[in-house]
């Protein structure tokens, strides 16, 4: 049985890679990089331990005792974690981030990439097992957009696109031809409370791939928590890019969608 490294974040994706890549026969042997990394992953993967994000010795010493060649990242780690200090990195760790240009998503994943690739650790692209989570162009909901929505997620998928080509964010937030919020090292949560508030109800929620979008890392994503927020915030819509975005929980989003009034859309 093939062997696979899952280095897990928070949220529902990394428990439904585990289930996807069991149901295929792989042997997963998952990493909790997160305190609330979604328990479900314990019972979704073979092998389950956890090391801080923060601990890359570790973490590559884990992986090289376990004999693995392939691995992924998968869920969600913010780098406001690094700024807050609410991790500290070890030695490896900080010497490297002290040695990069920037500090950009991209920069940063990229030197996890080469980190895996010393020990003989490939990346692969985390869409391979789980494609049926990006969903094709269309509304998901009962209720179609209104006129005025379909022109906010229009005008925020070339935001987002604008965005993610300048390596800052995934997420924006539009009303009325607007933009409300933009995602930065906050997280996409946080712009959506942010920009929602700010809209005082009717925002538009639109999550795109970056044009130079890396399928080992990073590939927008949204599920449960995304929709929670909107509801807490008014949001009436929600857009993501058709066939490059992950919906994770898809059931639940879409109920929770259908019993707030809010439309969703792949475009």
């Known amino acids: 049985m093939e062997k696979v490294a899952l280095l897990a974040g928070a949220g529902h994706l990394p428990v439904e890679f585990a289930g996807a890549a069991r149901m295929l026969g792989y042997e997963v042997y998952a990493v909790a990089l997160l305190p609330d990394t979604d328990q479900d992953l314990k019972k979704a993967a073979a092998h389950y331990t956890e090391i801080s994000i923060a601990h890359l010795d570790a973490i590559l010493t884990y992986l090289k005792e376990n004999g693995i060649t392939k691995a992924t990242m998968l869920g969600k780690v ?16 900080m010497q490297l981030i002290l040695s990069l240009p920037d500090r950009k998503d991209d920069t940063i994943m990229m030197m996890f990439v080469r980190e895996l690739a010393k020990i003989g650790v490939q990346a692969f692209d985390q869409t391979v097992l789980i494609r049926k989570l990006m969903p094709h162009r269309g509304v998901l909901t009962k209720r179609q957009p209104t006129e005025d929505e379909r022109q906010d997620m229009e005008f925020g998928l070339t935001m987002a696109r604008e965005l993610g080509r300048l390596d800052v964010g995934q997420t924006v937030v539009v009303k009325n031809r607007a933009v409300m919020a933009l ?10 409370r942010r920009g929602g508030e700010l809209a005082r109800g009717g925002a ?4 795109a791939a970056k044009p ?29 890019e058709a066939d490059k975005t992950l919906l994770v929980d898809r059931e639940r989003v879409i109920a929770l969608a ?10």
């Open 183 to 192: 995602e930065a090292i906050e997280g996409t949560d946080a712009c959506i």
């Open 78 to 93: 913010t780098k406001e974690m690094l700024f807050a200090g609410k991790v500290m990195p070890d030695a490896r760790l």
């Open 212 to 240: 130079q979008q890396d399928n080992r890392f990073d590939v927008p994503a949204v599920g449960l928590k995304t929709l929670e927020t909107m509801v807490e915030t008014g949001a009436s819509a929600l857009a993501i």
């Open 204 to 207: 538009v929620v639109v999550k």
């Open 258 to 267: 259908e019993a707030n009034n809010i439309t969703i859309a792949a475009i």
